[in-house]
């Protein structure tokens, strides 16, 4: 085990001087040091001030005498355990959501084993605070509520020196990155540099969800402007005060941070997220066969809708050929499901020309049909001989899809005449309301259940309540990426892919599916429990990293028991 210094920071290599034992490739086995470096740089208030090596009141006598921390703590020594439940205390003393994000945050700044230790052991309480639907009021309010440094900033005045941005960063190893240019952030819009929420939380759920080791983990915002006049003429905004750069300028600074990012750390995992249209097709294009990268909202959220379709099949019977899906959306989002939906079924045996067919795109000018001209590239293949459809509702009935999804924020727009013509439409009608956060869900679940007559098939991308209908009790259950997403960075890391291919996301979609128990089915959960994602994360990385292997794109040798040296590698608080 050893230290360096970089530029004045401590800097620890976590996956060296670990616990005896690994995996075959150079992958240790739990990620996690035996001891505390020691030197004259991590004595004392320098232990207790880093969230990386403070370890609070549970430091035992002997480790107090060694690293020079006697009188600078309370005498009495506590476990990890009794650490949590105290810090529960202070968290649960809040009613407000965000009041209680800052307090986790705090402890997130402060402690990071017993930040972890939280959010694992609480996953169904806290990750509604630290993700969907919190974060969207974190993002909202960031640039007023910043207190502690977290991360990487890049910014367009970078440009030419993003490397040395990059050689600042203390982490002499990073496995996954995720990344925001902050332009689409959820369905709230350009929020600038404000979206750096959304990578913090992101990783948060990788550590919790997956076991990624918090100090090889990177959120990262590049900050080209933005173009929304609130923040450009609020005195506390910390971003650049310009409209957003695109064109020549934008691209070079992309591909200027990605070389940097692969040639520190060649095996790390880049997570694009909520980066807008105009940018997020042209950049999973550009990189998706040259480094390891996904693009969450496009390819993530594609994998958690489909292994809901899969679920409903199990109820209502028939195979993903028998469905036709409508998309309120014709965004990231929106394409990325439809095309993973046709990868599937072309994958199961259908022609992909009918597939296409199977699924239609209603935009903000209507249903996207191909009679309309100048449309965008992703709309394309999704542009059939329809009739032109300014309604929803009409575009419902033109169409007679099985299935509909929301994934444009348009809030209420699965209103209870559209739910009926569903019903009207399919005995168990799929209704799949996506968009996030709460605020801009395109129904809730009891207007769903109650507008099919508890028929309906349903899942949100935010969290609702129990519906009772008479004596019948449905659970409603989030079609959300951290089901997902943790799994395939897991899978991916743990393998050291080269890269991630569309085969990749129909075995996590299928693989979570499996995970899917017959006794969630049947109270209307088309997803397994949140409090068993750790497990589900597991099994994806484990199923992700097969693909890897069988494929040819792994860049280590396979284990003989996948399943359980992927467990091994997971991170936990201890």
């Known amino acids: ?108 700044a402060t402690n990071e084993e017993l930040y972890f230790k939280l959010l694992i052991e609480h996953i169904d309480d806290y990750m509604p605070i630290v993700y969907t639907p919190t974060v969207g009021e974190v993002c909202q309010n960031f640039s007023n509520i910043y207190r502690f440094p977290r991360g990487l900033f890049v910014s367009i005045e970078d440009k030419g020196r993003v490397a040395e941005l990059i050689a600042n960063c203390p982490q002499e190893e990073v496995d996954v990155i995720v990344v925001t240019d902050g332009q689409r952030i959820l369905g709230l819009g350009d929020l600038g540099i404000n979206g750096m929420g959304i990578p913090c939380g992101k990783l948060s759920l990788y550590t919790a969800c997956a076991g990624i080791h918090p100090e090889r983990t990177l959120p990262v915002t590049i900050d080209v402007g933005t173009n929304t006049e609130r923040y450009l003429q609020d005195p506390h905004y910390m971003g650049l005060r310009h409209e957003r750069v695109s064109g020549e300028a934008y691209d070079e600074l992309l591909e200027e941070f990605v070389t940097a990012v692969k040639a520190r750390w060649p095996h790390c995992l880049i997570q694009f997220e909520d980066f807008g249209n105009n940018h997020a097709f042209d950049l999973l294009n550009r990189y998706k066969d040259r480094v390891l990268c996904f693009n969450d909202d496009i390819q993530g959220t594609a994998a958690v809708a489909l292994t809901g379709f899969y679920s409903a099949l199990r109820v209502k019977g028939g195979t993903l050929a028998d469905e036709r899906v409508l998309f309120l959306g014709a965004g990231e989002a929106a394409t990325g499901i439809a095309t993973l939906i046709v990868d599937a079924m072309e994958d199961e045996g259908m022609d992909r020309q009918e597939a296409l067919r199977h699924c239609a795109l209603f935009d903000s000018k209507g249903l996207v049909t191909s009679h309309r001209t100048g449309l965008a590239h992703n709309k394309i293949p999704f542009a059939h001989d329809l009739p032109d459809c300014k309604t929803f509702l009409e575009a419902v009935r033109a169409f007679k899809p099985t299935a509909i999804v929301g994934v444009a924020a348009q809030p209420k727009a699965f209103d209870e005449a559209v739910l009926k013509e569903m019903a009207a439409l399919n005995e168990r009608p799929i209704i799949f309301a996506l968009s996030n956060p709460t605020s801009r869900a395109e129904c809730d679940a009891r207007t769903a259940y109650e507008a099919t007559d508890g028929r309906a098939l349903f899942a949100s991308g935010s969290p609702f309540a129990p519906v009772t209908l008479g004596d019948k009790t449905f659970v409603p259950r989030q079609g959300n990426n951290s089901y997902v997403f943790p799994g395939l960075g897991l899978g991916a890391v743990f393998s050291k892919a080269s890269t991630m291919p569309t085969g990749m996301f129909l075995v996590a979609a299928r693989e979570l599916a499996r995970l899917v128990k017959p006794e969630d089915l049947e109270q209307g959960s088309l997803y397994p429990a949140l409090s068993e994602v750790r497990s589900v994360s597991c099994r994806i990385g484990a199923a992700v990293a097969a693909y890897a292997y069988d494929h040819g794109l792994a860049g280590n040798d396979r284990p003989a028991d996948l399943e359980a040296a992927v467990e091994a590698f997971m991170y936990a608080p201890r």
């Open 1 to 108: 085990m050893h230290g360096t210094l970089k530029r004045g920071v401590f800097c620890i290599s976590f996956y060296e001087g670990i616990r005896s034992g690994g995996v075959p490739g150079g992958i240790p086995k739990g990620g996690q040091p035996e001891l505390f470096m020691t030197t004259q740089h991590s004595q004392g208030a320098d232990v207790l001030r880093n969230p990386c090596k403070n370890r609070g009141p549970s430091f035992t006598e002997a480790e107090r005498d060694t690293y020079g921390l006697r009188g600078l703590l309370p005498p009495a020594v506590q476990t990890l355990d009794e650490e949590a439940r105290r810090a529960r205390l202070l968290v649960e003393r809040f009613e407000k959501p965000l009041d209680k994000f800052l307090m986790l945050d705090s402890i997130h």
